[in-house]
């Protein structure tokens, strides 16, 4: 017999690019007991966590849930339900999670036309409409922030662009959501998903996601019913069936609204977390948990350039949760990592692809976008630099992120 002890996870501050540690009342939720998917207490869990993210998403849509699954899930379940095989779809990519976007794209039969800028870049507006207006795609296709540049897509213009050549709009905002700033109905956006394990300060596995009435209309096309709980009054669409049952966005749809037409059993434990992420995001004020990331992304960026470490990309468009800095050519980076985490206990993560082993990316974002998570992390950073051989100002670093804490105090 092969025997186990209990799960007990080493104490980690996890501040790299997500995931980071989930807000104790989050974990807190998540423990609560279960009840039936029916149960009248659960389908009024289900109607609130559908206002909050509302209020998340700055939206008025009707159809704002979550997908059961991670983030990816939220995605795949946005692209499979509305792309079908042919269809085009403009993807602006400046990071992995553009490639993904391509390769969920692609998966599905459609025709992905991807435009590219360097790795630490973001687009220009007329750059996303010239491919539009070459290409005449169904939808535009893109990511807000992309942790593995650390970079944040302008999107306020790209919603009118779209509506002019009629063209669906969505975005993947996983990263992004509740620590920068995102207007849905605003910008104009169809269709956007997130994930809880970022800005949100939850765990993994639960996707919100909100859909325009455009949006809903296209998918709804392709509305179908199993066969094993169809009644005679249920429609089907005309359109082709959706190439995923899991995924199927018109079948979720018909269980979140108020038929609760069977699809799948609500994963009630993450529903719980899910509404509580938002719940708190909602008590504390979205502009201030917003400006929360900024506050201590910019004392983190500061701090990170008073250890003599050099920003990446164009600090213009950073996102507010995360950022990149160069590794020095005279420390080993992943030596650097390893030690951070099993000296000090804290994470910080590395890129992909062309950035691999050349750039650390360091988060604050949900529940570690807090005062003493930043200045613990830089000092325990300047301690391993230090030994390391990198040269540095000490006490530097902590000093100048202080500054920074003060300023925001004053103003």
């Not at 990263?175 to 998903?193: C, E, M, P, Q, R």
Request: net charge negative; proline share 5%; hydrophobic share 40%.
């Amino acid at each position: 017999m092969v025997e186990f002890d209990q799960i007990n996870p080493p104490p980690r501050l996890l501040m790299g690019p997500g995931p980071i540690n989930a807000d104790p009342r989050v974990l807190r939720a998540m423990s609560a007991q279960l009840v039936g998917q029916y149960d009248p207490a659960m389908t009024a869990y289900m109607n609130e966590t559908m206002a909050l993210y509302r209020q998340i998403f700055e939206t008025d849509n009707q159809w704002t849930f979550v997908v059961d699954g991670t983030s990816r899930a939220g995605i795949e379940a946005a692209l499979v339900s509305v792309l079908e095989p042919g269809d085009k779809v403009v993807v602006p990519v400046f990071g992995r999670f553009g490639y993904l976007l391509c390769e969920i794209a692609e998966r599905v039969g459609a025709t992905v036309l991807p435009i590219y800028v360097e790795w630490g870049q973001v687009f220009k507006p007329e750059q996303i409409e010239a491919a539009i207006k070459e290409h005449q795609p169904k939808l535009l296709a893109c990511v807000h922030g992309d942790t593995s540049t650390t970079m944040a897509q302008p999107m306020a213009e790209l919603g009118e662009i779209c509506r002019r050549y009629d063209v669906l709009f969505y975005s993947d905002v996983t990263a992004s959501i509740a620590g920068n700033t995102f207007k849905t109905d605003a910008w104009g956006l169809d269709a956007v998903t997130g994930g809880l394990q970022k800005c949100l300060g939850g765990p993994s596995g639960s996707a919100p996601i909100t859909l325009s009435d455009q949006f809903v209309a296209q998918i709804r096309k392709r509305h179908h019913v199993e066969a094993g709980i169809k009644d005679p009054h249920h429609k089907e669409g005309a359109g082709s069936k959706i190439r995923s049952n899991y995924f199927d966005l018109p079948m979720i749809l018909d269980y979140w609204g108020e038929e609760r037409l069977n699809h799948h059993t609500e994963a009630t434990s993450m529903l719980y977390g899910a509404r509580e992420c938002a719940r708190i995001v909602v008590q504390e004020g979205l502009d201030n948990v917003i400006e929360r990331h900024q506050r201590n992304g910019d004392a983190m960026l500061a701090g990170l350039q008073g250890l003599n470490l050099k920003p990446f990309g164009d600090l213009s468009n950073k996102m507010t949760n995360v950022v990149g800095v160069y590794i020095p050519d005279s420390v080993d980076g992943e030596a650097v990592r390893q030690t951070m985490l099993l000296d000090f206990g804290i994470e910080i993560g590395t890129s992909f692809g062309p950035l691999r082993g050349k750039i650390w990316r360091i988060g604050t974002m949900g529940y570690n976008a807090r005062k003493d998570a930043v200045l613990t992390t830089l000092a325990s950073l300047e301690n391993v630099l230090r030994r390391a051989g990198h040269a540095l100002p000490a006490g530097e670093a902590v000093d100048i992120a202080m500054e920074v804490y003060d300023c925001a105090t004053q103003s």
